[in-house]
C-alpha cells in the first residue's frame, strides 16, 4: 500500500511537467512530423496525400548536403571553442573564494543570456565590421594592412555564435568542479604527484562530464541558430535554420520545411547521441 502511495505521489508531481512537454514540445513535433510527409500543392499549400518526396529532394541535390555540412561544422567548431575558452573561466570561478567577487564573476558570465540576441548580433557587426573596432585597433597597431572580413563569413558567424554560447560550457564546467572532493587532489598531492598530474589525472577527468554536458547544449543551440547566421552571416552562409525560414515565409512551401526541420532535429540528435557514447568511452567510471 505504502509503495502505491508513493508511486501515486511521484505521478502526480510529475503530471505538470508532462503536460507542459507533451502541450509545447510533443504535438508540435508531431504535427510538424506529420506534415512533413504531406506533399506540396501550390494552391492549397498543403497536399491531402502520404509521400517521401519532400526527403528524397534534399538528399539528391548537393547544395542542401552542404548546408546540412555547414551546420554541422559551424555547430561543432563554436562548440569546442565554448568547452576550451570556457574551461579556464570555470576553473578561475571555482578557485575564487571570495563571495562577492564569485557572484560579480558569475553575473559577469550570465551577462551573455541576459542581453538579447538581436541586440548582441547587432552589437557584434559594429565589432566586426570592415570599419569596425577590431580592424581599426589592428590597422593602428599595424599589424594588418587591409581589414579581416568577418561579416558575411563562417568566420564571424563562428565567433559570435562561440561569445552567445560561452555561458553554458562556463556554468556546468563550474558545477562539476565545486562536486570534485577536495580530500581526492589532497591525496594526490599527499602521494607526490605534482600539480599538473592532479589536474591533468584527477580534476579534468571528473570535470569532463560538465565540459561535455555544456557543449552538448552549445551544440543544439547551434544548429538550430537562426538569428547570428541571419544578422552576421548577412544570409550568406547558408546553414539549415535559414532555409527552413525561406520555405517557410518565402516559398511558402510548408511541408519542405517541416521536412528540413525534421531532418535537422535528427541530425541534432543522432550527434549528440554519438558524442555521448564516445564521452561514455572516456569517462568508465560513468559506465553502471
Same mark, same amino acid.
Given at each position: ?16 511537467? #508532462? ?16 506534415? *512533413?510527409?504531406?506533399?506540396? %500543392? ?11 518526396? +519532400? ?5 539528391? %541535390? ?17 562548440? /569546442?571553442?565554448?568547452?576550451?575558452? !570556457?574551461? &579556464? ?40 565590421? +570592415? +570599419?569596425? $573596432? ?34 553554458? &560550457? ?29 589536474? !591533468?589525472? $584527477?580534476?579534468? =577527468?571528473?570535470?569532463? =562530464? !560538465? ?10 543551440? +547551434?544548429?538550430?541558430?537562426? /538569428?547570428? &547566421? ?6 550568406? /552562409?547558408? $546553414? /539549415? ?11 511558402? %512551401?510548408? =511541408?519542405?520545411? #517541416? ?6 532535429? *535528427? ?11 564516445? #564521452? ?9
Amino acid at each position: 500500500m505504502s509503495r502505491a502511495v508513493a508511486l501515486l505521489g511521484r505521478t502526480t508531481l510529475g503530471l505538470p511537467i #508532462a503536460l507542459l512537454l507533451g502541450v509545447f514540445f510533443l504535438v508540435p513535433m508531431a504535427m510538424v512530423l506529420q506534415l *512533413a510527409f504531406r506533399p506540396y %500543392d501550390a494552391h492549397a499549400l498543403i497536399g491531402t496525400a502520404l509521400t517521401l518526396k +519532400n526527403f528524397g529532394r534534399f538528399f539528391g %541535390d548537393p547544395d542542401y548536403l552542404w548546408a546540412f555540412g555547414r551546420t554541422l561544422g559551424i555547430s561543432a567548431a563554436t562548440t /569546442v571553442l565554448s568547452m576550451v575558452l !570556457g574551461y &579556464p573561466v570555470a576553473w578561475h570561478l571555482h578557485r575564487v573564494r571570495s563571495g562577492t567577487a564569485r557572484l560579480w564573476l558569475t553575473m559577469i558570465v550570465l551577462l551573455p543570456l541576459m542581453v538579447s540576441l538581436v541586440v548582441a548580433s547587432f552589437a557584434w557587426v559594429l565589432l566586426l565590421g +570592415n +570599419n569596425g $573596432v577590431i580592424n581599426a585597433g589592428l590597422i593602428r597597431l599595424g599589424l594588418i594592412s587591409e581589414p579581416f572580413h568577418f561579416l558575411n563569413t563562417m568566420t564571424g558567424v563562428i565567433i559570435v555564435g562561440t561569445f552567445s554560447s560561452l555561458s553554458y &560550457p562556463i556554468l556546468t564546467t563550474f558545477a562539476a568542479l565545486e562536486n570534485i572532493p577536495p580530500d581526492l587532489a589532497r591525496s594526490a598531492r599527499i602521494h607526490g604527484a605534482s600539480e599538473a598530474q592532479v589536474f !591533468g589525472r $584527477v580534476i579534468l =577527468p571528473l570535470s569532463l =562530464p !560538465g565540459v561535455i554536458s555544456g557543449g552538448l547544449i552549445v551544440f543544439a543551440l +547551434n544548429m538550430a541558430a537562426f /538569428v547570428i &547566421p541571419f544578422l552576421i552571416g548577412g544570409g550568406r /552562409v547558408s $546553414v /539549415v535554420p535559414l532555409m527552413i525560414y525561406q520555405f517557410t515565409l518565402q516559398l511558402f %512551401d510548408w =511541408p519542405g520545411a #517541416a521536412a528540413l526541420g525534421v531532418l535537422l532535429f *535528427a541530425l541534432t540528435l543522432a550527434t549528440s547521441w554519438v558524442v555521448a557514447a564516445l #564521452a561514455q568511452r572516456l569517462m568508465p567510471w560513468e559506465r553502471p
